[in-house]
């Protein structure tokens, strides 16, 4: 075996599809030359259906499918010990290779005796060439150059672009430092003697790390000129964002501590580490002007409206304001219109009028009955208020609408849609929903299905595609952007399916429960329930989470000042769980069960609705909890557990 090509992938169906077919027309060639080459792909528990694509369209292709996300090294190196090529390629899934470019390669690497490792110019997909096809060694001032960006301002120089080796030709083959893991052609024998990628590094700084390794081992690395390929820059890793760039600062701190000692490491890590903390500062700052550029833009305009009816009120009453005072208090009186709209929700996904509606009328009647405690420069009239009332949810409805028409938000959403069940039950649920009128039809073709029987990951029959178990439902929604998910009643349990609406609570969801037996898990609607129910899980939303956080403090508070009372009732322990609370470690009323495991977005808690309850009766009052919570049935557990003298016993996670 001459070649073996190596392609680890994650979630990137449609990029590796392109790749593989190019990897086949390239064995071809390399095949008709007299060659021998070999393909795998390690897939690291991809939720996208690459695996049933690999194994449909490319059967000769050795498929590695980890039921786990090893990352790049530990996925490279499972290949690399089952490989059996002189040479070895690791390639990117996002690229794509030429008809000729494995013969030329294999033909440039046997010429030379000492070569270690090959890379290849690499272009974008707009065709403009990528400066990381040749690198250095991240030296300290190499490291400092490029994380700083200072680079730029001599593309061509031997020492600021040392990092890129912006002083060698890209149109020339000659001797580089480091190669670039989207394409690693290496000498297999050169790997069994200085090792294979060190597995310290999830992604990112192992292709430098085994670069800088092969050099140290007498070998050198090689810039081919003589072929290119195609590279779809950051494809198989953009889906993480600001994640992957803080993996990609630490893989070079790990690079820094492992081959610079002395002043060098220090200096690296602390450009490193200043790195870090300022695109940290800059992804935060991203998020803060985010979260506050809606309320802002709606507090000026109310303002603004509130200042002009005020000085057209003065004018026709023929009353003089003083301004100095007017401008900070109908921006203060602005202000608690929009809070009390934010605490009833009205700045919650999907927006509810309704909140606003509620805000908007809390705010009037505060306002109203702290107007007589006001000072007298701060009274100016009881009809700004009555003004205020209908003209700030005026501002907020057409802020709305403004974004709904040019921030892409207009028009239904088209449902696309996730089902969550086992093999036994998804074609019932099928044919029942052909039988409702309450579903819209889907957008595409395929059903997409989570299964809670891991036997069924990776099938497809019948037109369902299986995108794993319940444990990647957080990425099969990030990469396919569902926005409805239907459960199986019958074969999902009840703490299954809190935990999926735990886990994916913060997003703009529409839960349903098709029901396709008599019901016997009993959950929303009991047996006067439809067959398919709609599930709003009340616990989960912005407003319920503030409620039940107020319920948790102000017991614990009162709990801390009466203290002395718990001694002599022999219930202490509730002074610590009451420390705990206070702190935020846990909740005092929890809703998982024991039997399910931690549920997402949740603590540990104190005590449970359902305890002492059978499983049956358990699952039905949890679910009850979870859909239609209210904070007073956190006050009546926590009531009934203090004069019943319960014992605090921690439950491990909620």
Same mark, same amino acid.
């Given at each position: 075996?001459?070649v073996s090509?190596?392609?680890v992938?994650?979630?990137?169906e449609?990029?590796?599809?392109?790749c593989?077919?190019?990897?086949?027309?390239g064995?071809?060639?390399?095949e008709?030359?007299g060659?021998?080459?070999?393909?795998?792909?390690?897939?690291?528990n991809?939720v996208d259906?690459?695996c049933?694509?690999?194994?449909?369209q490319?059967?000769?292709?050795h498929l590695l499918?980890?039921?786990?996300?090893?990352?790049?090294?530990?996925?490279n190196?499972l290949?690399i010990?089952?490989?059996r090529?002189r040479w070895?390629?690791?390639?990117?899934?996002?690229?794509?290779?030429?008809?000729d470019?494995?013969?030329k390669?294999l033909?440039?690497a046997d010429?030379?005796s000492r070569l270690?490792?090959?890379?290849?110019?690499m272009?974008?997909?707009?065709g403009?060439?990528?400066?990381e096809?040749?690198r250095?060694?991240p030296?300290p001032s190499?490291?400092?150059w490029?994380?700083?960006?200072?680079?730029?301002?001599a593309?061509?120089s031997?020492?600021?672009?040392r990092?890129?080796m912006?002083?060698l030709?890209?149109d020339?083959s000659q001797?580089?430092?480091?190669l670039?893991?989207?394409?690693?052609?290496?000498?297999?024998?050169a790997?069994?003697?200085v090792?294979?990628?060190d597995?310290?590094?999830?992604?990112y700084?192992?292709d430098?790390?085994?670069?800088?390794?092969l050099?140290?081992g007498?070998?050198?690395n090689?810039y081919?000129?003589g072929? @290119?390929i195609?590279?779809?820059?950051?494809?198989?890793?953009?889906k993480?964002?600001?994640?992957?760039?803080?993996?990609?600062?630490?893989?070079?701190q790990i690079?820094?501590?492992?081959?610079?000692?002395?002043?060098?490491g220090?200096a690296?890590?602390?450009?490193?580490?200043?790195a870090?903390y300022l695109r940290?500062?800059?992804?935060?700052a991203?998020?803060?002007?985010?979260?506050?550029?809606l309320?802002?833009?709606? %507090?000026?305009l @109310?303002w603004s409206g509130l200042l002009?009816?005020?000085q057209q009120?003065?004018?026709?009453?023929?009353i003089?304001?003083?301004w100095d =005072?007017?401008?900070?208090?109908?921006?203060?009186?602005?202000l608690v219109?929009?809070?009390?709209?934010?605490?009833q929700?009205g700045?919650?996904?999907?927006?509810?009028w309704?909140a606003v509606?509620?805000?908007?009328l809390?705010?009037?009647?505060?306002?109203?009955?702290?107007?007589?405690?006001?000072?007298?420069?701060?009274r100016?009239?009881r009809?700004?208020f009555?003004?205020?009332a209908?003209f700030v949810?005026?501002?907020?409805?057409l802020?709305?609408a403004?974004l709904a028409?040019?921030g892409?938000?207009?028009g239904?959403i088209?449902p696309k849609r996730?089902?969550i069940a086992?093999?036994?039950?998804?074609?019932?649920m099928?044919e029942l929903?052909r039988?409702?009128d309450?579903?819209?039809?889907?957008?595409f073709?395929?059903i997409?299905a989570?299964s809670?029987?891991?036997?069924?990951?990776?099938?497809?029959?019948?037109g369902v595609?299986?995108?794993?178990g319940m444990d990647?439902?957080?990425?099969?929604?990030?990469?396919?952007q569902?926005?409805e998910i239907i459960m199986s009643?019958?074969e999902?349990p009840?703490?299954? =399916?809190?935990?999926?609406m735990?886990?994916?609570?913060?997003?703009?969801?529409?839960?349903?429960?098709?029901?396709?037996?008599?019901?016997q898990?009993?959950?929303a609607?009991?047996p006067e329930r439809g067959a398919?129910t709609? %599930?709003?899980?009340?616990?989960?939303?912005?407003r319920a989470?503030?409620?039940k956080?107020a319920?948790d403090?102000?017991?614990?508070?009162l709990?801390?000042l009466v203290?002395p009372l718990?001694?002599?009732?022999?219930q202490?322990?509730?002074v610590g769980?009451?420390?705990e609370?206070?702190?935020?470690g846990c909740? %005092?009323v929890?809703y998982?069960e024991?039997?399910n495991?931690?549920?997402?977005n949740?603590? @540990?808690?104190?005590f449970q609705?359902?305890e002492?309850m059978g499983d049956r009766a358990r699952?039905r009052?949890l679910?009850?909890?979870v859909?239609?919570y209210?904070?007073?049935?956190d006050?009546?557990?926590?009531w009934?557990?203090l004069?019943s003298y319960r014992?605090?016993?921690r439950?491990g996670?909620n």
């Amino acid at each position: 075996m001459d070649v073996s090509v190596i392609i680890v992938n994650y979630n990137v169906e449609h990029f590796l599809s392109q790749c593989l077919l190019s990897v086949r027309a390239g064995k071809d060639v390399l095949e008709e030359a007299g060659y021998a080459a070999e393909v795998f792909v390690v897939d690291n528990n991809s939720v996208d259906g690459s695996c049933g694509m690999v194994r449909r369209q490319f059967p000769e292709v050795h498929l590695l499918d980890s039921k786990e996300n090893l990352g790049f090294s530990k996925g490279n190196n499972l290949a690399i010990r089952q490989s059996r090529g002189r040479w070895v390629l690791l390639l990117n899934p996002d690229t794509i290779i030429q008809e000729d470019t494995l013969l030329k390669c294999l033909e440039y690497a046997d010429a030379h005796s000492r070569l270690g490792g090959l890379g290849v110019p690499m272009v974008d997909g707009a065709g403009r060439y990528l400066p990381e096809s040749k690198r250095g060694i991240p030296t300290p001032s190499a490291a400092f150059w490029k994380i700083s960006g200072l680079y730029r301002l001599a593309p061509r120089s031997a020492r600021l672009n040392r990092y890129y080796m912006g002083n060698l030709s890209k149109d020339e083959s000659q001797p580089i430092e480091v190669l670039s893991g989207a394409y690693m052609w290496m000498r297999k024998s050169a790997l069994d003697e200085v090792g294979l990628l060190d597995e310290q590094y999830f992604m990112y700084g192992e292709d430098i790390d085994l670069s800088w390794r092969l050099m140290k081992g007498g070998y050198v690395n090689h810039y081919y000129a003589g072929t @290119s390929i195609v590279h779809y820059k950051g494809e198989s890793t953009k889906k993480g964002s600001l994640n992957y760039v803080l993996v990609f600062y630490r893989a070079m701190q790990i690079f820094a501590r492992t081959h610079f000692r002395g002043r060098g490491g220090r200096a690296m890590h602390r450009v490193i580490q200043l790195a870090i903390y300022l695109r940290a500062s800059l992804a935060i700052a991203s998020r803060v002007s985010k979260a506050v550029a809606l309320p802002a833009a709606e %507090w000026l305009l @109310s303002w603004s409206g509130l200042l002009f009816f005020l000085q057209q009120y003065g004018m026709w009453k023929n009353i003089r304001y003083e301004w100095d =005072m007017a401008l900070p208090a109908t921006g203060m009186y602005a202000l608690v219109w929009l809070v009390a709209v934010k605490l009833q929700g009205g700045y919650d996904k999907p927006w509810r009028w309704n909140a606003v509606a509620k805000g908007t009328l809390i705010g009037t009647v505060l306002l109203l009955a702290t107007y007589g405690l006001l000072p007298e420069p701060l009274r100016f009239s009881r009809a700004i208020f009555l003004f205020g009332a209908a003209f700030v949810p005026v501002v907020i409805a057409l802020v709305r609408a403004v974004l709904a028409r040019f921030g892409g938000d207009a028009g239904e959403i088209t449902p696309k849609r996730l089902y969550i069940a086992g093999r036994n039950d998804l074609m019932p649920m099928q044919e029942l929903i052909r039988t409702q009128d309450v579903l819209e039809p889907v957008a595409f073709g395929s059903i997409y299905a989570l299964s809670i029987q891991p036997e069924s990951i990776d099938v497809l029959d019948d037109g369902v595609r299986w995108l794993g178990g319940m444990d990647s439902l957080s990425d099969a929604i990030r990469i396919h952007q569902f926005n409805e998910i239907i459960m199986s009643g019958r074969e999902v349990p009840a703490g299954q =399916m809190i935990r999926a609406m735990g886990l994916v609570s913060d997003k703009n969801i529409r839960f349903r429960i098709a029901w396709t037996d008599d019901g016997q898990i009993v959950g929303a609607g009991g047996p006067e329930r439809g067959a398919i129910t709609e %599930w709003s899980s009340a616990i989960f939303k912005p407003r319920a989470r503030r409620a039940k956080r107020a319920v948790d403090a102000v017991v614990a508070i009162l709990v801390l000042l009466v203290f002395p009372l718990f001694i002599l009732r022999k219930q202490s322990d509730w002074v610590g769980a009451a420390v705990e609370v206070l702190m935020g470690g846990c909740t %005092w009323v929890g809703y998982s069960e024991a039997s399910n495991g931690a549920a997402a977005n949740s603590r @540990s808690f104190v005590f449970q609705r359902a305890e002492g309850m059978g499983d049956r009766a358990r699952q039905r009052t949890l679910l009850t909890y979870v859909r239609d919570y209210r904070w007073t049935i956190d006050v009546q557990v926590i009531w009934e557990a203090l004069i019943s003298y319960r014992a605090i016993h921690r439950h491990g996670s909620n």
